[in-house]
Nanobody
C-alpha cells in the first residue's frame, strides 16, 4: 500500500523556524497534488498549503509570506519551511498526497499521521 510519514515537528519559540518533511513510500506510480493541513485543539482542520502536479503553490492567507511548500519528485518527498512562527501556528500538521498506485488506476488521497508543532510565546 501507500504510507505518508511526517517529521520535523517540535517546540520552537515565536519568531523561530521549523522544516517539516513528508515522505511517501509504498506502491506509487505517480503523485499528483500534495499538501499540508493543520488542526489545533478545538478547531477545524485548516488547509495550509498545496502544491499541485504543475509546480504551482497555494497558501492560506494566514501563512502567506512565512511558509514555503516544496517537493522532491525523485524522492517522493514534500517539505514545508515555516518561518516567523507564531503561537497561533501551534497545531498538529498533516500531509496528504493524491497518489496513483498503477497506470490507469484512479488516484486516491492518502494522509499521514501528523507531526506536532508547538510555538511558545
Amino acid at each position: 500500500q501507500v504510507q505518508l510519514v511526517e517529521s520535523g515537528g517540535g517546540l520552537v519559540q515565536a519568531g523561530g523556524s521549523l522544516r517539516l518533511s513528508c515522505a511517501a513510500s509504498g506502491r506509487i506510480f505517480s503523485i499528483n497534488g500534495m499538501g499540508w493541513s493543520r488542526q489545533a485543539p478545538g478547531k477545524q482542520r485548516e488547509l495550509v498549503a498545496t502544491i499541485p502536479g504543475d509546480g504551482s503553490t497555494n497558501y492560506a492567507d494566514s501563512v502567506k509570506g512565512r511558509f514555503t511548500i516544496s517537493r522532491d519528485n525523485a524522492e517522493n518527498t514534500m517539505y514545508l519551511q515555516m518561518n516567523s512562527l507564531k503561537p497561533e501556528d501551534t497545531a498538529r500538521y498533516y500531509c496528504y498526497g493524491r497518489i496513483q498506485m498503477a497506470s490507469g488506476n484512479v488516484p486516491r488521497s492518502y494522509w499521514g499521521q501528523g507531526t506536532q508543532v508547538t510555538v511558545a510565546s
